[in-house]
């Protein structure tokens, strides 16, 4: 039996499900009234996490984004790693947009949350590496109740538990 027990704390993004959720996107833009005649569409750059919307106004635009934004959360997407960017305008009297999918634990965050769990006084050992958190313990119940205490708090990013050993 193992001496230690640890599990990684890390934010990342289903990169399968954002697809499917910008396919379903650009279906329901396809067939929707409201966007028929006018220009409208919808990009995915995988390698970049960025999503490219366009549209005649920015009433359309914010439209295109509540789709979009709608399929990414039904689809377990977390809003806090979802980044819209500015409305700015392009060629042919249209407007564009950039929505960042983010992954990874920034710097910052990643030093809040060790502080927050020296602050609490659990008996765990956080290291950051890279953009995750090892949480190491000889008790699986301080490491379970160190997961319960960073579920409840809210710090900005969204949180996944993997690589529990």
């Known amino acids: 039996m193992p001496n230690e027990f640890s599990y ?10 954002a697809d499917n959720a910008i396919n ?3 279906k329901e833009l396809a067939n929707r009234f409201d966007f028929k005649g ?6 995915f750059d995988k390698t ?4 490219g919307l366009m549209a005649a106004d920015e009433f359309k635009i914010k439209n295109l984004w509540d789709i979009v934004e709608s399929k990414l959360i039904k689809r377990g997407i977390s ?3 979802i980044e819209a960017g500015k409305i700015e305008p392009s060629g042919n009297m249209t407007v564009r947009q950039k929505i960042t999918l983010k992954e990874g634990i920034p710097q910052e965050k990643a030093k809040e ?22 949480i190491v313990s000889k008790s699986k119940d301080d490491l379970q109740a160190v997961m319960a205490a ?4 809210d710090f900005g990013v969204p949180l996944q538990f993997t690589n529990f050993r």
């Open 8 to 17: 990684d704390v890390v934010s990342s993004i289903n990169m399968q499900e």
């Open 24 to 26: 379903q996107s650009q």
């Open 38 to 43: 006018a220009p409208a569409e919808i990009t």
């Open 48 to 51: 970049k996490k960025e999503i």
């Open 79 to 81: 809003a806090k790693s």
């Open 113 to 134: 949350i060790t502080k927050y769990i020296r602050d609490a006084k659990f008996k765990v050992n956080a290291q950051i590496q890279g953009e995750q958190l090892r």
């Open 150 to 153: 960073l579920r409840a708090k």
